[in-house]
C-alpha cells in the first residue's frame, strides 16, 4: 500500500510542472535576480531561533492529511501577524494546497506584516524551482524533507538555496538520515510525526538528540502541545520547537501563543 509521502511528492511533481507552464523558469529565475540585486532583505532563521529564550516557530497550518480541516477560514493576513505579536520566534507557513490547504500567496501575504520575524517556506521542495518561488514571496528558510529526496539531491538543494540566500531546515526522522547533514544544512530537524503513516510521538526527538550534531541549530517538529515538553526538550538540546495544530486549533492562536510562552517562562524563571 502507498504510503502518504509517496503519494503527496508524486503530486507534487505534477503542481509544479503545471507551475513551470505558468510561470516558465527564466521568467522566475529572472524575477528573483532582480530582487538579489535590489538587495531585498532575508532574516536568519537559525540567529532568530538562537536568540529567543523560548524558540517558537508558529504554524500557520489550516489542514492535514490525516486530520482534515483544521482551520479552513485561517486567514494569512492575521494569523501569522498575531503570531509574531504574540513571541513567536519564527513563522512557518505551509504552501502545499492539495494536502494542507495553503498557497504560495500566504507568505506574500503575511511578509509585508512581519518585517522582522523569519518565514519558512513549509512544503514539499523536490525542485531548484520551489527555491525560487520561495525567494521570490520573501521567504527566508526553505524546508527539505530527507525522506524524500535522495541524499545528493538534497545537497544540490541546500547549497542552490544558500546561493539564493535562502537558510536550510533539514528533516530527519530516523538515524539513517543523519548522513544527509551537510555543510549547506543551517538547522536540522526531528519530525515527530512519521510522513508515511503521521503517526506522532514526541520521544523521537529525544530518541535522536545525542546523536545530532551539536554545531546545528537543533528543531523538534510536530506534536508538541505542552510547555513542560518544550522546556525538556531544550534541556535536550534543542532551539526551536514548531508547533501548529496546538494554535490553530483553537479559536485565537495568536493568544494561545501567548499563554504557552507565559507556562514556559513560568516553568524555567
Known sequence: MK???????????????AQKEAVPPR??????ERIMADDVPVRSMSAALTASATG??????????????????????????????????A???????????????????????????PILRKDFIIDEYQLFQARAVGADAVLLIAAD?????????ARTAHEL??????????EAELDYVS?????????????????????????LAALL???????????????QTVCQLRQAGFRGFLIGETFMKTTAPGDTLAAFIRQIHALTS
Open 213 to 227: 550534531p551539536s554545531d546545528y541549530v537543533l528543531v523538534s517538529e510536530s506534536g508538541i502541545s505542552h510547555p
Open 27 to 32: 521568467q522566475l529565475y529572472h524575477a528573483v
Open 3 to 17: 504510503d502518504i509521502l509517496e503519494t503527496i511528492v508524486q503530486q507534487k511533481a505534477i503542481e509544479v510542472a
Open 56 to 89: 517558537i516557530i508558529a504554524e500557520f497550518k489550516r489542514r492535514s492529511p490525516s486530520k482534515g480541516w483544521i482551520k479552513q477560514e485561517g486567514d494569512s493576513a492575521v494569523i501569522p501577524l498575531s503570531y509574531a505579536e504574540n513571541g513567536a520566534a
Open 183 to 207: 555543510d549547506a544544512i543551517d538547522m536540522v530537524g526531528v519530525n515527530n510525526r512519521n510522513l508515511g503513516t503521521f503517526h506522532t510521538d514526541v520521544e523521537n526527538s529525544f530518541r
Open 165 to 174: 540566500q535562502l537558510e536550510t531546515l533539514l528533516e530527519i526522522h530516523s
Open 149 to 157: 529526496l535522495t541524499k545528493e539531491t538534497c545537497r544540490q538543494l
Open 91 to 117: 513563522l512557518s507557513i505551509l504552501t502545499d494546497e492539495p494536502f494542507f490547504g495553503g498557497k504560495l500567496e500566504f507568505i506574500q501575504t503575511a511578509r509585508p506584516q512581519v518585517p522582522d520575524t
